[in-house]
């Protein structure tokens, strides 16, 4: 199982960046159903829950730091997860994960110990 998020990159206050996560792997077949999440950690703080959305995608939650201004999304044709990042802030700066999880009801999914794979992250720096 793999998950690579990349599209981060380096933008000024009130800009926007849009990252992805692909999934590779046996384990992402097109039978299995995944839900998906976001989190991120910025320089000496924990890592936090930005946003996740079902394996349907008609369910997604968002910090509500980011509401308004981030969406998450996905297409289970390329087995990938987006978010779509507007109004950057400063405060944004982090290093993005993306993460992944067979779906289980009832499961909380902005705990990221509730999240099986967790692909490299991708760094966001927001300039002010």
């Known amino acids: 199982v793999q998950l690579q998020a990349y599209g981060g990159g380096s933008v000024q206050a009130g800009g926007c960046l849009r990252l992805s996560c692909a999934t590779s792997?046996?384990?992402?077949?097109?039978?299995?159903?995944?839900?998906m999440g976001w989190f991120r950690q910025a320089p000496g703080k924990e890592r936090e829950f930005v946003a996740a959305?079902?394996?349907?995608?008609?369910?997604?939650h968002y910090a509500d730091s980011v509401k308004g201004r981030f969406t998450i999304s996905r297409d289970n044709t390329k087995n990938a997860v987006y978010l779509q990042m507007n109004s950057l802030k400063a405060e944004d700066t982090a290093v993005y994960f993306c993460?992944?999880?067979?779906?289980?009801?009832?499961?909380?999914?902005?705990?990221?110990?509730?999240?099986?794979?967790w692909g490299q992250g991708t760094l966001v720096t927001v300039s002010s």
């Open positions: 993460a992944a999880s067979p779906v289980v009801d009832g499961v909380d999914r902005t705990r990221s110990d509730n999240y099986a794979y």
């Open positions: 792997g046996r384990a992402f077949s097109r039978y299995s159903r995944y839900d």
């Open positions: 959305i079902s394996w349907s995608g008609s369910t997604t």
